[in-house]
């Protein structure tokens, strides 16, 4: 992961202390993400491909993104330009703590509509796991979040699954 580990110390040159502070929480994010995958020799990546997990992401990708950019209309701004982040993406705050439990949810409703509920069990424990290691954990599924409570930004969460399902793809 020594591409994962370049792209954080170039970031880190532009940013402030806070946003380091950020950056260490999404690198301990990403290493849960790639523990998570890799628990005993890679039995949860196993599990996932066998119950088919690639073709029910493939099934609902659209309504995937449908849900995603209904909820988090910002995001459209990371895809149509993804070499031009905005810090303000990657914050740990509130707002991006809102948006990413609104994503969690876009993923495991969707996935909870194949054949087998093993991918999105997967896949949810995955995001899980990924969270757990924030400093707010415990409002991930709060309704309401006061002002001290945050999570992983969405971008960092979704640059950590797909960083990790790069690896597990190739």
Not at 66 to 83: A, M, Q, R, Y
Not at 159 to 166: D, E, G, I, S, W
Request: hydrophobic share 35%; aromatic share 4%.
């Amino acid at each position: 992961m020594a591409c994962v580990e370049d792209f954080f110390t170039k970031l880190e040159r532009c940013t402030n202390e806070q946003e380091q502070r950020d950056l260490n929480i999404s690198r301990k994010a990403i290493d849960a993400g790639i523990d998570f995958i890799c628990y005993k020799g890679g039995d949860r990546i196993a599990l996932f491909i066998g119950e088919d997990g690639e073709e029910c992401i493939k099934s609902q990708k659209d309504n995937i993104n449908t849900c995603i950019e209904e909820k988090v209309p910002d995001i459209e701004e990371g895809k149509s330009n993804p070499l031009g982040i905005n810090i303000r993406l990657l914050s740990i705050n509130e707002e991006n703590c809102k948006k990413m439990n609104d994503m969690h949810q876009c993923v495991v409703k969707y996935t909870e509509k194949c054949n087998d509920p093993t991918p999105s069990n997967i896949l949810d424990s995955l995001i899980t796991q990924v969270l757990k290691v924030t400093p707010c954990w415990q409002t991930s599924s709060a309704p309401t979040l006061s002002s001290t409570q945050y999570l992983l930004s969405p971008m960092l969460t979704l640059l950590a699954a797909a960083l990790t399902a790069a690896n597990i793809l190739l």
